[in-house]
């Protein structure tokens, strides 16, 4: 089963850019959709973004035009590049992975803090 370990969190200030990265392992990330969640203090985890296999990618809403999903099939990486970030992106942000027939997410990485300063 594939392993997610997330990397790149960290403490920016109101419109400075950050970009996390999700290395996989134990399985090629070919076979699996690969999300970006997040949670903030006090509220329920929610869906960032997600790419296929195939590259098709979705954005929420409150993050379109400001950040990007990427995937690097070679690495073995999905990517999220986050630019103008604003003090309600804070949250830990988790990797996610699930089968492309299936909306069940089967791995999820330790998470990374992401905390941007008004």
């Known amino acids: 089963q594939v392993r997610l370990v997330e990397s790149g969190g960290g403490l920016v200030q109101t419109g400075e850019s950050l970009r996390l990265s999700c290395a996989a392992s134990g399985s090629d990330i070919l076979d699996y959709v690969l999300g970006w969640f997040r949670q903030a203090p006090g509220k329920e985890r929610e869906m960032v973004a997600t790419i296929t296999t195939y590259g098709a990618t979705y954005l929420m809403d409150s993050v379109t035009g400001r950040f990007a999903i990427s995937r690097d099939n070679d690495k073995n990486t999905v990517y999220l590049q986050m630019n103008s970030l604003k003090p309600e992106d804070t949250g830990i942000y988790y990797c996610?992975?699930?089968?492309?027939?299936?909306?069940?997410?089967?791995?999820w990485g330790q998470g990374a803090l992401v905390t941007v300063s008004a």
């Open positions: 996610g992975a699930r089968y492309i027939d299936s909306s069940q997410y089967l791995a």
